[in-house]
């Protein structure tokens, strides 16, 4: 079945270090992709989308961009802020299904 | 601020009882899910109800949950005999009609615990 993998379970960076976590995913055609972030004792909030390859999602700083050919959707930030620290999802939507296929999620703290 | 509710946020029960958790959607939205979230990992999709209607399940759901949206703002989730691997957060989700790459606004959740 379809999956997304995410390699990273925790980072730990400091105030304006640059932020990469990595999403891969395994579907076939053009699923949907999906950054989501879960800040503590709240459900997840959604960050951005991309549908299509080479589309480029961003909101609030982070950015990633759809590539099929390596099926990757990794997140990124420039400058991450310690408000920033939350734990990131990615997450797929097959074509011709509304449910959402998570990764394991990445604990993300920013030290100040 | 639009928001989907949820009710209760916390939820004790012993094995073998009933449990029920309710969801109240984004107002004009269409589409709602379920999902299971344990320890902190990632989420497991539950059940997905478009206009009401039951569309997608698993088969846990199938066996052992009851789950129903009698009105358009109102879904309620509940497990016919809990048992200690139904511990866990309990997350609804609900989005506009449209396409299935839409956006879903998560609740809080209701933090189910199985003693």
């Known amino acids: 079945g379809d999956s997304v993998t995410q390699t990273e379970g925790q980072v730990a960076l400091s105030e304006e270090d640059f932020l990469t976590i990595h999403c891969n995913y395994s579907?076939?055609?053009?699923?949907?992709l999906f950054w989501y972030v879960q800040y503590p004792g709240e459900g997840p909030q959604f960050l951005f989308r991309?549908?299509?390859?080479?589309e480029k999602g961003s909101s609030r700083g982070f950015e990633a961009t759809y590539d099929k050919g390596t099926t990757s959707f990794h997140l990124r930030k420039a400058s991450v802020q310690e408000s920033d620290s939350a734990v990131y999802y990615c997450?797929?939507?097959?074509?011709?299904?509304?449910?959402?296929?998570f990764g394991s999620g990445t604990q993300l703290t920013v030290m100040p | 601020d639009a928001a989907v509710t949820q009710k209760p946020r916390y939820l004790i029960k012993m094995k073998g009882q009933e449990a029920e958790m309710k969801c109240i959607p984004e107002?004009?939205?269409?589409?709602v899910f379920w999902y299971q979230q344990k320890q902190s990992k990632e989420l497991k999709f539950l059940i997905y109800?478009?206009?009401?209607?039951?569309?997608?399940q698993i088969d846990m759901v199938k066996e052992r949950f009851s789950a129903v949206c009698p009105s358009s703002s109102l879904c309620s989730l509940g497990i016919r005999t809990c048992e200690a691997e139904d511990s866990a957060l309990y997350l609804c989700?609900?989005?506009?009609?449209?396409?299935?790459?839409?956006?879903?606004?998560f609740g809080p959740g209701t933090r189910l615990t199985v003693l």
């Open positions: 991309a549908s299509r390859d080479k």
């Open positions: 109800f478009q206009n009401q209607q039951p569309l997608d």
């Open positions: 989700s609900s989005s506009q009609p449209g396409t299935e790459d839409a956006e879903q606004f």
């Open positions: 107002k004009g939205h269409t589409a």
């Open positions: 997450a797929l939507s097959s074509s011709g299904s509304w449910q959402l296929i």
């Open positions: 579907a076939s055609g053009y699923p949907a």
